[in-house]
């Protein structure tokens, strides 16, 4: 397995083969069990993770200590930035060697773009980013992915549409590449405002992969076999009454699923924390696994702290 | 002294301006009108402590319009340092000079990699925040010229590169 996973640091979703997320999904189902307590293990016993969380982000840091104690490693950290050497005007790189001296891994989550790359290049030990600034977020999209494989079989041959703020969301930025490894159809749903950057348009048009876009879920809900929802920001629209406009086509209710043919088998995700884009009664139905989604974020990085450390 | 010949006259200056023969050196002709200085600054020509003399003609007339050129005596420029100059003056010549003669001519040809001579656009790219790191781009395409931070991935061209010679 190890052979086709030759990577040092997680810093971006690009690095990645598709071998090697092959390899990381394929760990990742193994490691289901042990996410849900039902399997004791402790590949990791002795090892020890830093948590350096340059800003907050509850959900992302308590999946990365949960994957840690899962396997009996232990964590360190901080979890806000005013308790960090940073406040006293320490560089990030010296932050960096510092803790490489007292961890195996280093999980980092910072508010400037590039701060992985930066803290990879100076890092011993291993860098894993958890987001750093408007950048990249490669964890995310591998749950994201892993969510996609588990519930539909393969990524491969979907018709998956992204939708609401496609212009400045970095995790449908960072999926979007992603998907862009695979076989599949992609529709981008957003107002004309918060279309997907041209780059990425672009590059996916030089990959020869199908996509198109609408302004409306409903226009494209009926062919969907995945429905990637992200929040739309008030503070993007220049009034009450733009963002209101908006708002009102981009949130999702049961009613809407029920009205419409949709596929049986719908899978509607979401990256989380949502304010009012899924409605709370779209979640007692089958197409609702944006928590399945979140809970994946534990076995995906059992995996490649697993990946890393016993490289 | 007709308006025609006020102005041939100029040329003809402008001309001379142009040949005036150095010995021994690097001469850069053809860089894009107004982008001499960012020549100089990223040639590291105005700190840097050398013998040579530099003159700088700007403004200067050819049959492709107006343009800058660089004189640099009794020295020459490596190659990768030439190659340097390619992201703000694609259309740069540079000729070696040994003796009054023109030995070597050339385009100058763009590097894979622009290190330390140029800011990241991206305010808050990691790169720009006081950290002991040197700035990074790797030349995604040609033309135009695109550069792409190695840190936070932010692409730049045009005069964005020129904008942001260190």
């Known amino acids: ?311 | 002294m007709s308006e025609d010949q006020e102005k041939k006259m100029e040329d003809k200056k402008q001309k001379e301006i142009k040949i005036t023969p150095i010995k021994q050196g690097t001469v850069i002709d053809h860089i894009r009108k107004g982008r001499a200085m960012k020549v100089l600054k990223i040639l590291d020509l105005i700190d840097r402590d050398i013998e040579s003399i530099v003159s700088v003609a700007m403004n200067v007339n050819s049959s492709m319009g107006k343009k800058d050129i660089v004189k640099v005596e009794g020295m020459e420029l490596k190659n990768e340092e030439i190659d340097k100059i390619s992201l703000i003056a694609p259309e740069a010549t540079v000729n070696i000079v040994r003796d009054f003669e023109v030995v070597k001519k050339h385009r100058v040809g763009l590097p894979d990699k622009a290190r330390g001579i140029l800011k990241c656009r991206n305010q808050n790219c990691i790169s720009n925040q006081d950290e002991p790191v040197i700035s990074e781009f790797e030349v995604v395409a040609k033309d135009p010229v695109t550069l792409r931070c190695e840190y936070c991935e932010r692409k730049m061209k045009g005069e964005e590169i020129s904008e942001n010679v260190i």
Do not use: W
């Open chain 1, 1 to 311: 397995m190890k052979d086709v996973f030759e990577k040092d640091h997680i810093v971006r979703i690009k690095d990645f083969t598709r071998d090697e997320l092959t390899t990381v999904f394929d760990l990742a189902e193994e490691m289901i069990p042990i996410a849900e307590g039902k399997k004791k293990n402790n590949d990791l016993e002795g090892k020890l993770l830093a948590n350096l969380f340059f800003e907050p982000s509850t959900r992302t840091r308590l999946s990365f200590e949960g994957a840690m104690k899962r396997m009996a490693g232990r964590c360190i950290g901080f979890a806000e930035p005013g308790t960090s050497s940073a406040k006293k005007g320490e560089t990030l790189a010296d932050t960096i060697r510092v803790a490489a001296g007292y961890a195996d891994i280093i999980v980092l989550r910072h508010p400037h773009e590039g701060a992985a790359q930066l803290a990879a290049n100076f890092s011993e030990v291993p860098i894993i980013n958890a987001g750093d600034g408007a950048g990249r977020h490669p964890t995310q999209t591998l749950l994201d992915l892993f969510t996609i494989k588990r519930e539909m079989d393969s990524i491969s041959g979907n018709h998956i549409g992204i939708a609401g703020d496609l212009k400045y969301g970095r995790t449908v930025h960072s999926l979007t590449n992603a998907l862009s490894m695979y076989d599949t159809k992609l529709t981008f749903i957003s107002p004309p405002s918060l279309r997907m950057p041209e780059e990425i348009i672009d590059e996916l048009k030089d990959k020869g992969i199908h996509h198109t876009e609408v302004e409306e879920i409903d226009e494209v809900l009926e062919e969907l076999d995945i429905l990637y929802m992200t929040r739309i920001q008030r503070e993007r629209f220049p009034s009450e009454e733009d963002y209101e406009n908006v708002a009102r086509s981009y949130h999702l209710e049961n009613d809407m699923l029920r009205d419409r043919d949709v596929n049986e088998d719908l899978t509607i995700m979401h990256p989380l924390p949502r304010v009012d884009e899924i409605n709370a009664d779209v979640d007692m139905t089958p197409h609702a696994k944006y928590f399945q989604q979140a809970a994946n974020g534990v076995p995906v990085r059992m995996a490649l702290l697993k990946l890393l450390m016993e490289a």
